[in-house]
């Protein structure tokens, strides 16, 4: 089964990062750690992406107020980080690229024997390197080793190469409600469907909250702020299920009319991803063996600047992220209502 994200893209995404062919027949033919090093480049960008557009102001600090927001909002987050790899680990090599390996070396036909036998069970160390998922399409990855003393013929894998992506783009519904007693709370939801009978089912569904500390303190500031907690996750049947979560201060400042009006805001956060990943390795056209492993996205602070525009019951909003990881930017568009 051909391990595909494409349903996933088609929905939240607007250019298909796993929705790539490329993407999954490389993955089939990387072994372990060598899978690992190839994807952990767009971990912390995917999560950067998903903990992005999550608030546009801060709650007012009302015992009770209607606050409501639904909007759309695409984040995209820049992927600068490693664009090659290089790992040394056991692969499980078919039996035609044992041979390419081995026919060139000076090794006695039982040292061959012995030598094909540990690359075909995974038992020999071997150095895996080439382009990860954001380097280029143009290079593939190549597995290189020595035995007793001999170096070995360096191969390339085939259907292997990076997808040369310089950023990665998310689209999410969101509804925002609230407020009561200085508190909203905030959804990302999609309903659940069947993809496929071979992939099972998607899910996809965040929330998060806003609560706004000055409710308790009689003496107002000049602006509104407020502590948030933001956590979404998504699942396709076993294959991929990837979670992030977001934990920061934010304030905002409303300037203008119920018609007209603009809410500069600002923020500062730490947040975490991870993804989860199973697929079937392709050792052989007649053999497969299944390959799972989770990679965790760098925890990082990230500074946030942004403003929302709202005329009548529109709004219109955008942001900038910074961090060391991965930076990223967001756009919102919406209608709301508060009173």
Not at 104 to 122: F, H, R, Y
Request: hydrophobic share 40%; glycine share 10%; net charge negative.
């Amino acid at each position: 089964m051909k391990f595909k994200f494409t349903v996933l893209l088609l929905l939240i995404c607007i250019i298909g990062l796993f929705a790539d062919d490329d993407l999954s027949g490389t993955l089939e033919k990387l072994y372990g750690e060598s899978a690992k090093a190839y994807l952990k480049p767009a971990v912390t960008g995917f999560g950067a992406a998903q903990n992005s557009g999550w608030f546009f102001k801060a709650p007012q600090d009302d015992l009770v107020a209607l606050d409501v927001a639904l909007r759309f909002i695409v984040n995209v987050a820049t992927l600068d980080g490693d664009k090659t790899f290089s790992v040394k680990a056991p692969v499980k090599l078919s039996g035609e690229q044992a041979d390419m390996m081995l026919s060139e070396t000076s090794l006695t036909p039982a040292e061959k024997d012995i030598a094909k036998t540990q690359l075909m069970n995974g038992e020999m160390d071997v150095v895996v390197s080439g382009p990860t998922i954001i380097g280029s399409n143009k290079d593939k990855v190549k597995v290189r080793g020595e035995y007793d003393g001999h170096e070995l013929t360096e191969i390339e894998l085939d259907g292997t190469q990076g997808l040369d992506i310089p950023a990665l783009p998310l689209v999410t519904p969101q509804l925002t409600v609230g407020t009561a007693f200085g508190t909203n709370l905030t959804f990302r939801f999609i309903p659940d469907m069947e993809i496929s009978e071979d992939m099972g089912d998607f899910k996809y569904f965040g929330f998060g909250i806003q609560h706004n500390p000055l409710y308790w303190i009689p003496d107002p500031l000049p602006v509104d702020v407020a502590a948030s907690y933001f956590y979404q996750s998504l699942k396709i049947g076993s294959n991929l299920e990837s979670s992030a979560w977001n934990l920061g201060v934010n304030a905002s400042k409303t300037v203008g009319t119920i018609i007209a009006s603009v809410t500069p805001f600002a923020g500062l956060s730490i947040g975490g991803s991870n993804l989860d990943v199973s697929y079937n390795y392709e050792i052989s056209d007649e053999e497969e063996e299944k390959i799972s492993f989770d990679l965790d996205g760098k925890n990082d602070v990230t500074l946030t600047l942004g403003a929302n525009l709202r005329l009548a019951v529109f709004d219109l909003s955008g942001e900038y992220n910074i961090s060391n990881e991965s930076n990223s930017f967001s756009f919102g568009l919406g209608a709301g209502f508060t009173f």
